[in-house]
T-cell receptor
Framework: AQTVTQSQPEMSVQEAETVTLSCTYD???????LFWYKQPPSRQMILVIR??????QNATENRFSVNFQKAAKSFSLKISDSQLGDAAMYFC?????????????FGQGTILTVHP | GAGVSQSPSNKVTEKGKDVELRCDPI?????LYWYRQSLGQGLEFLIY????????KSGLPSDRFSAERTGGSVSTLTIQRTQQEDSAVYLC?????????????FGPGTRLLVL
């Protein structure tokens, strides 16, 4: 079974600064997808960024980028120019590409606080 | 609809009572997932529907939990004889056909508190 670990229960950052959230995972599969989801106090899970394991290039979405290290099974999220609206719980998630459906396995989450 | 909706938004019940949680997926989405978010267990998969069938029920924690989906649309998660450890946020998600490549769209969840 796959596991996802987020070792930082809480992180904080000053507005306009950069912060990196860590995630490691364990799998014996070679093809899979990795995700970062954001959950604000409204509870609505919002997809931030996704990475396909067979792609070596790190995914980027505006101020959000990942550092995907497949051999190390590491998938960190970098948030640049942090904004107050980035404050939320962030979840790292794994999805096998070997299943016929998209069951997600989540990490424990990291609460991000943004200070003005 | 425009997004995944869930009802009720919050539910308080007494230990031993039955509860029903509802999920309305995005129109046309055949894949539907239930997840549970609790303090002790984090965010965990419960069940997957493809149409009205549930090929993967492996995450249901006990036989007190059941779910159904009718008309390939609305899904209901039922918890019988609720226990305090059932207190959690129950999230529903849907995707177009269910393949691993697709984005899952989540609803706002139902917060269940069992007293």
């Amino acid at each position: 079974a796959q596991t996802v670990t987020q070792s930082q229960p809480e992180m904080s950052v000053q507005e306009a600064e950069t912060v990196t959230l860590s995630c490691t995972y364990d799998t014996s599969e070679s093809d899979y997808y990795l995700f970062w989801y954001k959950q604000p106090p409204s509870r609505q899970m919002i997809l931030v960024i996704r990475q396909e394991a067979y792609k070596q290039q790190n995914a980027t979405e505006n101020r959000f980028s990942v550092n995907f290290q497949k051999a190390a099974k590491s998938f960190s999220l970098k948030i640049s120019d942090s904004q107050l609206g980035d404050a939320a719980m962030y979840f790292c998630a794994y999805r096998s590409a070997e299943l016929s459906y998209g069951k997600l396995t989540f990490g424990q989450g990291t609460i991000l606080t943004v200070h003005p | 609809g425009a997004g995944v909706s869930q009802s009720p938004s919050n539910k308080v019940t007494e230990k031993g009572k039955d509860v029903e949680l509802r999920c309305d997926p995005i129109s046309g989405h055949t894949a539907l997932y239930w997840y549970r978010q609790s303090l002790g267990q984090g965010l965990e998969f419960l069940i997957y529907f493809q149409g009205n069938s549930a090929p993967d029920k492996s995450g249901l924690p006990s036989d007190r939990f059941s779910a159904e989906r009718t008309g390939g649309s609305v899904s209901t998660l039922t918890i019988q004889r609720t226990q305090q450890e059932d207190s959690a946020v129950y999230l529903c998600a849907s995707s177009s056909t269910g393949t691993p490549r697709e984005t899952q769209y989540f609803g706002p969840g139902t917060r269940l508190l069992v007293l």
